[in-house]
């Protein structure tokens, strides 16, 4: 019988395919509005007009504006420019820090999948930015072929990451490295850095994603 202080989440969700196009957790209206109101707040929280956020975080105005208004599913990563521009954590524009109950929180990837637009990049956020741990923690999945440069993140933000199936590539320090099942790397992500997936199959790795005491990742 399930322990009724275990805090589930999405359990009972329609489980989301691999490749499925769509966010089966929250549907998009909801997560595009979600991501509406916290970008707006955000912006009303620092005073910052449309375009000093655009040049803070290097995302045009009319897209910052569209994502505002709800009419725009960003990217991946320019869900991460923005993030990284306010200084404040990715998950926090994806859903609100979950509540504990008891200190346990059971989370499903499958139930959280999900792929802005046409992405080739897909984010489970397994455990949101928690202020009082100071990470957060997702999965991703790089479908074949997909390469994406990151722009450094805040200042000491440091990342863990840890592959789970298939082999990507890290670019770390100028270097591509090679990373299969069960290998893991921890790297200064206040740098430029990188993830590929030169094969043919997806590769899912897991990225917690450190922030340091007293930074302002999570806005709300
Ligand atoms: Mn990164």
Known sequence: MADASIVRYNAQKKIAKLFSPFITGLSMQEINQYLADTLRQLRHDRSWSLDRAASECGVSKAMLGQIERGESSPTVATLWKIASGFDT??????????????????????????????????????????????????????????????????????????????????????????????????FAADQPHGYRNPTSAPAVFHDLIHYPPGSDSQSR
Do not use: C, I, K, N
């Open 89 to 186: 954590s990715l998950s926090s524009f994806l859903e609100p820090a979950p509540a504990e109950l008891r200190g346990v929180t059971l989370r499903s990837a499958d139930a959280l999948r999900q792929r802005p637009t046409a992405d080739a990049m897909l984010m489970a956020p397994l455990f949101p930015f928690d202020a009082r741990y100071g990470f957060e923690l997702f999965e991703f999945t790089l479908l074949p072929g997909y390469e994406r440069l990151s722009e450094p993140h805040s200042q000491s933000v440091v990342e863990h990451v840890v592959v789970v199936r298939g082999v990507m590539e890290l670019l770390v320090r100028g270097v591509w490295q090679r990373l299969g099942e069960g290998e893991a790397v921890r």
